[in-house]
């Protein structure tokens, strides 16, 4: 079983930065997918940024250019540095895992979520 716990949320000014981070507990975090996602009120739950075992990354275009998602697989750790916060970015941000479950499924696992908002 997979625990992912979140934090780094908080306040922050548009115009600024957070860290979040995200730590994992398990023995196969290496072989891991992971992503962040985001959830504002009334609105699905989207993804952030991704980031493979191997360290490939993905963005949505919304945060490209000002979102870093990192991993420390030694740590089992997967981070997210979000800077030039906008308004928009306000939502809850949780961490996400895809365990390997045999050669055609994946099992998902999330965090409890960390709030962040970016006032203007």
Do not use: H
């Not at 000002?66 to 030694?74: E, M, Y």
């Amino acid at each position: 079983q997979v625990q992912l716990v979140e934090s780094g949320g908080g306040l922050v000014q548009a115009g600024g930065s957070l860290r979040l981070s995200c730590a994992a507990s398990g023995s196969i975090f290496g072989l891991s997918t992971m992503g962040w996602y985001r959830q504002a009120p009334g609105k699905q739950r989207e993804l952030v940024a991704g980031i493979t075992p191997g360290g490939s990354t993905n963005y949505a275009d919304s945060v490209k250019g000002r979102f870093t998602i990192s991993r420390d697989n030694a740590k089992k750790t997967v981070s997210l540095q979000m800077n030039s916060l906008k308004p928009e970015d306000t939502a809850v941000y949780y961490c996400n895992a895809k365990i390997p479950a045999g050669t055609f499924y994946q099992n998902d696992y999330w965090g409890q979520g960390t709030q962040v908002t970016v006032s203007s």
